[in-house]
């Protein structure tokens, strides 16, 4: 166990549908990463944010947009959702901002958009 | 930012040493070399990292070649338990845009 909680586990819904997936970091980590996995995919960086700052942006559509709120819990939402958007997402938490720092990452919500 | 090149999938025998290469012929002064593993149904989990040096931990040892073109995750004596795909990846030390690139990693078959 991590430490990194993601709620739901599983979600599925409907094409132009409109979504939100929850992380909490570890206790005491202030940075949040959320990461796509399509199938048999490596992992594709979405955004990162840093005590309430967004503070890096990697491949993130339009569509798709995040937050960190004021007790350092996360959300990613997606919006107007399409069937290639079915993946697992991940989010992961560190303790400092640098990225060489070990990141933790919790179980994943997998999506499936129908 | 500077890529991995690592072969698709490897077969080892359980309770053996297993050697998972990693090249990173682009890779600069800065970039530290990090691997993680996914075990099946799970968020990856991060295994060891280093710089220049060769470094050593309970999960696992990193020899990073003396050019630091290339580098080696060494699991002393593989279990069943070890059974992922384990990813190589680089990432710049003071760089402001804070991206892990993944590539599609190592899968690694234990055999009992």
């Known amino acids: 166990d991590s430490g990194v909680t993601q709620t739901p586990k599983h979600l599925i819904t409907a094409t132009g549908q409109r979504v939100t997936l929850r992380c909490s970091p570890r206790?005491?980590?202030?940075?949040v990463y959320w990461y796509q996995q399509s199938l048999d995919q490596g992992l594709q960086f979405l955004i990162q944010?840093?005590?309430?700052?967004?503070?890096a942006k990697g491949n993130i559509l339009e569509r798709f947009s995040a937050q960190q709120f004021p007790d350092l819990h996360s959300e990613l939402n997606l919006s107007s959702l399409e069937l290639g958007d079915s993946a697992l997402y991940f989010c992961?938490?560190?303790?400092?901002?640098?990225?060489?720092?070990?990141?933790?990452f919790g179980p994943g919500t997998r999506l499936t958009v129908l | 930012d500077a890529k991995t090149t690592q072969p698709n999938s490897m077969e080892s025998n359980e309770e053996e040493p297993v050697h998972l290469p990693c090249n990173h012929s682009?890779?600069?002064?800065?970039?530290?070399i990090h691997w993680y593993r996914q075990l099946p149904s799970q968020g990856p989990e991060y295994v060891i990292h280093?710089?220049?040096?060769?470094v050593n931990n309970r999960m696992a040892s990193l020899a990073i070649a003396e050019d630091r073109k290339s580098s080696t995750l060494i699991l002393h004596r593989a279990t069943l338990r070890d059974a992922a795909v384990y990813y190589c990846?680089?990432?710049?030390?003071?760089?402001?845009?804070?991206?892990?690139?993944w590539g599609a990693g190592t899968k690694l078959i234990i055999k009992p």
């Open positions: 992961a938490s560190s303790t400092i901002l640098a990225s060489y720092n070990e990141q933790f």
């Open positions: 206790s005491g980590d202030l940075s």
């Open positions: 944010y840093y005590n309430g700052e967004e503070r």
């Open positions: 682009t890779i600069s002064g800065t970039d530290y």
């Open positions: 280093g710089l220049t040096s060769n």
């Open positions: 990846i680089l990432r710049a030390t003071m760089d402001s845009n804070y991206q892990l690139i």
